[in-house]
């Protein structure tokens, strides 16, 4: 991306997406029974509550009775419709891990294998969005938290924390490849959730031989443990790196989480928060979904920035829009078009 004189002015912005990311599958309703929802119409409520609040965009993974992160997709199909019934603008963006959770005590947290995920395309009622991880990378996401952090939640646990903290994301091209393909097919959008310039520049590949072929709707995973961290230089580098016609939102954990989302409203990208990244307003004092949407939307009114509502967020995100060739995809994406037989120098769009 680049930013001209007046990139910065808000009213030259577009509107602000809040994504809200409430379920939070690493944790149990015990580390903050004010805010995990466990039955599903308090999952229902809690997206409810997330919209009504400024959220347009609802990240989703499913809880179990037991409160442990749901893997059966008839449970994302039942939460899914009754989402669907109380908001139907939102926009459903069903996490691609779907759960991560390990299944008993001191077992590895891990990401289910490619055939299940792959089913996430047949969800019915069908998710605007669905998230893929691009390369396979480890995701210890116990690695940036301080004792502050996890004070009160089962992370106290020196077991669970190792159950965690050897969790990979399996994601290799003979996944990838067939996901993109599934999605496209389904009609289901794809948002790549992306941990480095490394992995950005894969989409640019993938963007390039034709492997896919839609908006570039990505989120930068600020969230150390294989992704990149919390600092501003490396988030800047992957902001330099991506294309300007893509729409690009930022991720952090714990306490980074906050002044992160203030630099993205500043800029003019967009913001994810919700318990699955962060749980805490400041040290010692809990920090609901709900509130960190409120929050988002108190910063982007002092910046004088408009918040997107729900026709805004699936304009700006292009939701079930495709594209026809590698050609038009660039040019729509504003990158460079592919150098032809011969030619020589520098291009230009």
Same mark, same amino acid.
């Given at each position: 991306?680049?930013?001209?004189?007046?990139?910065?002015?808000?009213?030259?912005?577009?509107?602000?997406?809040? &994504?809200?990311? /409430?379920?939070?599958?690493?944790?149990?309703?015990?580390?903050?029974?004010?805010?995990?929802?466990? %039955?599903?119409?308090?999952?229902?409520?809690?997206?409810?509550? &997330?919209?009504?609040?400024?959220? %347009?965009?609802?990240?989703?993974?499913?809880?179990?009775?037991?409160?442990?992160?749901?893997?059966?997709?008839?449970?994302?199909?039942?939460?899914?419709?009754?989402?669907?019934?109380?908001?139907?603008?939102? #926009?459903?963006?069903?996490? +691609?891990?779907?759960?991560?959770? /390990?299944?008993?005590?001191?077992?590895?947290? $891990?990401?289910?294998?490619?055939?299940?995920?792959?089913?996430?395309?047949?969800?019915?009622?069908?998710?605007?969005?669905? @998230?893929?991880?691009?390369? %396979?990378?480890?995701?210890?996401? %116990?690695?940036?938290? @301080?004792?502050?952090?996890?004070?009160?939640?089962?992370?106290?646990?020196?077991?669970? &924390?190792?159950?965690?903290?050897?969790?990979?994301?399996?994601?290799? *091209?003979?996944?990838?490849?067939?996901?993109?393909?599934?999605?496209?097919?389904?009609?289901?959008? #794809?948002?790549?959730?992306?941990?480095?310039?490394?992995?950005?520049?894969?989409?640019?590949?993938?963007?390039?031989?034709?492997?896919?072929?839609?908006?570039?709707?990505? &989120?930068?995973?600020?969230?150390?443990? +294989?992704?990149?961290? *919390?600092?501003?230089?490396?988030?800047?580098?992957?902001?330099?790196?991506?294309?300007?016609?893509? #729409?690009?939102?930022?991720?952090?954990?714990?306490?980074?989480?906050? *002044?992160?989302?203030?630099?993205?409203?500043?800029?003019?990208?967009?913001?994810?928060?919700?318990?699955?990244?962060?749980?805490?307003?400041?040290?010692?004092?809990?920090?609901?979904?709900?509130?960190?949407?409120?929050?988002?939307?108190?910063?982007?009114?002092?910046?004088?920035?408009?918040?997107?509502?729900?026709?805004?967020?699936?304009?700006?995100?292009?939701?079930? @829009?495709?594209?026809?060739?590698?050609?038009?995809?660039?040019?729509?994406?504003?990158?460079? *078009?592919?150098? $032809? /037989?011969?030619?020589?120098?520098?291009?230009?769009?």
């Amino acid at each position: 991306m680049y930013f001209d004189d007046d990139a910065l002015l808000p009213e030259n912005q577009d509107e602000l997406i809040i &994504c809200a990311a /409430p379920y939070g599958p690493e944790w149990l309703p015990g580390d903050f029974p004010e805010d995990i929802a466990v %039955t599903l119409e308090e999952q229902v409520q809690k997206a409810v509550d &997330c919209y009504n609040a400024g959220a %347009t965009v609802l990240h989703v993974h499913v809880r179990e009775l037991d409160g442990k992160g749901s893997k059966r997709l008839s449970m994302f199909n039942e939460l899914l419709a009754g989402i669907r019934a109380r908001v139907p603008d939102m #926009v459903l963006q069903v996490g +691609g891990s779907i759960s991560f959770s /390990p299944e008993g005590e001191g077992e590895q947290a $891990k990401w289910l294998g490619y055939d299940t995920r792959h089913l996430l395309a047949e969800l019915d009622p069908k998710p605007d969005q669905v @998230t893929i991880a691009i390369n %396979t990378m480890q995701m210890n996401i %116990t690695e940036l938290l @301080t004792a502050d952090d996890v004070r009160g939640t089962q992370f106290e646990d020196p077991a669970v &924390c190792k159950a965690w903290a050897d969790m990979v994301v399996d994601a290799a *091209p003979s996944f990838y490849l067939e996901h993109l393909k599934r999605l496209r097919e389904k009609d289901i959008q #794809v948002y790549f959730m992306l941990g480095s310039t490394a992995q950005l520049e894969t989409v640019e590949r993938l963007i390039r031989r034709g492997h896919y072929m839609g908006p570039l709707n990505h &989120c930068y995973v600020a969230i150390g443990g +294989g992704a990149s961290g *919390p600092d501003p230089y490396a988030m800047m580098d992957y902001i330099r790196k991506s294309p300007q016609g893509g #729409v690009l939102q930022i991720e952090g954990i714990m306490r980074n989480a906050p *002044p992160m989302m203030a630099m993205a409203i500043a800029m003019g990208l967009h913001v994810r928060v919700g318990i699955e990244d962060n749980i805490w307003r400041r040290k010692g004092e809990r920090f609901t979904s709900v509130q960190q949407v409120e929050q988002m939307v108190r910063m982007a009114r002092e910046l004088g920035r408009d918040v997107a509502t729900a026709a805004d967020a699936r304009r700006i995100l292009k939701i079930g @829009t495709w594209y026809q060739s590698v050609d038009e995809t660039l040019a729509a994406l504003g990158m460079t *078009p592919n150098r $032809k /037989p011969g030619q020589r120098g520098f291009l230009v769009p």
